[in-house]
């Protein structure tokens, strides 16, 4: 049975006080402590598809996520912030790290209903052979 996990992006430093382009916004501390946390929680899980977007603040959350999992992360242009994507062909466990205006899109799709979305959260998706959402929950994380 395919399970995924979609990942927004943890905390971010505030936009009124990063001066640079937006895809390069690093994490703020606690956002750092954020995706370690997720991390903390996904350790030892068997992922065979490890995937984050392109912006800085995704890729540091995926990098704090791969190094509890001892894998890296792939980048994927797919799930770029201005981007809707699709969650289909799934086989075994995922692992995505987007965005909080593509995530809802996505979960709509699947027919899962959007209530949250906050920093370094999760939904934990479970699906059947034919991509069919059977169960879902929520995660939010504790820092």
């Known amino acids: 049975m395919p399970i995924i996990y979609l990942i927004r992006h943890a905390e ?11 895809a390069t916004r690093p994490l703020s501390a606690r956002g750092l402590r954020q ?3 997720m991390g903390k929680q996904l350790r030892g899980l068997p992922v065979d ?3 984050t977007a392109p912006h800085q603040r995704c890729r540091q959350t995926a990098e704090e996520i791969g ?11 797919a799930l770029h912030i201005a981007r809707t994507f699709r969650v289909r062909g ?4 995922a692992v995505w790290v987007a965005h909080s205006n593509n995530i809802p899109g996505a979960l ?6 959007c209530n949250a979305c906050g920093h370094a959260s999760a939904w934990l ?7 069919k959402v059977t169960g879902h929950e929520y995660i939010e994380p504790e820092v």
């Not at 799934?90 to 466990?93: E, P, R, S, Y």
């Open 108 to 113: 709509m799709q699947l027919g899962v209903p």
């Open 67 to 77: 190094k509890a999992l001892g894998i890296e992360p792939r980048v994927d242009n």
């Open 90 to 93: 799934l086989t075994g466990t």
């Open 12 to 22: 971010p430093v505030s936009p009124w006080d990063w001066d640079g382009d937006d």
């Open 35 to 37: 995706a370690q946390w």
């Open 49 to 51: 598809d490890f995937r």
């Open 125 to 131: 998706l479970r699906l059947d052979e034919q991509g």
